[in-house]
């Protein structure tokens, strides 16, 4: 059973307040996409220090209208973003702290983006 818990580590998610209470999980194609997001900008600013793709997703991020808060967060709050139990944690908080449902911002701007003119 144990390595039944270890191989769907990626699957399973902390319920409650008790340790050992995990529910199996799955992503919802919102999630998917902005966990996806987060990781690749993680990659493209930490590890590629490529300003050029950075900007490319944050763009993304911006004509998707997803959250730039709920991203920066799950960059900075989570440690393993290849672990969707992790991700899942660190959104979770994000959304509770935030009334419960992601606020989306539905200007067509986006602060965090540097201009083409810079």
């Given at each position: 059973?144990?390595?039944?818990?270890?191989?769907?580590?990626?699957?399973?998610?902390y319920q409650?307040?008790?340790?050992?209470?995990?529910?199996?999980?799955?992503?919802?194609?919102?999630?998917?996409?902005?966990?996806?997001?987060?990781?690749?900008?993680?990659?493209?600013?930490f590890?590629?220090?490529?300003d050029?793709?950075?900007n490319?997703?944050?763009?993304?991020?911006a004509?998707?209208?997803?959250?730039?808060?709920?991203?920066?967060?799950l960059?900075?709050?989570?440690?393993?973003?290849?672990?969707?139990q992790?991700?899942?944690?660190?959104?979770?908080?994000?959304?509770?702290f935030?009334?419960?449902?992601?606020?989306?911002?539905?200007?067509?701007?986006?602060?965090?983006?540097?201009?083409?003119?810079?």
């Amino acid at each position: 059973m144990i390595r039944d818990l270890i191989s769907n580590k990626s699957e399973l998610r902390y319920q409650g307040k008790s340790p050992g209470k995990f529910l199996e999980v799955g992503l919802t194609s919102e999630q998917e996409m902005i966990f996806d997001l987060a990781r690749q900008l993680v990659h493209a600013q930490f590890c590629l220090a490529d300003d050029e793709l950075t900007n490319r997703l944050w763009r993304e991020v911006a004509d998707r209208k997803i959250d730039e808060k709920r991203i920066i967060n799950l960059m900075y709050k989570c440690s393993f973003h290849e672990d969707n139990q992790s991700m899942c944690e660190a959104d979770e908080l994000f959304i509770t702290f935030r009334g419960g449902i992601p606020r989306r911002k539905y200007s067509s701007g986006n602060s965090l983006i540097k201009s083409s003119g810079a």
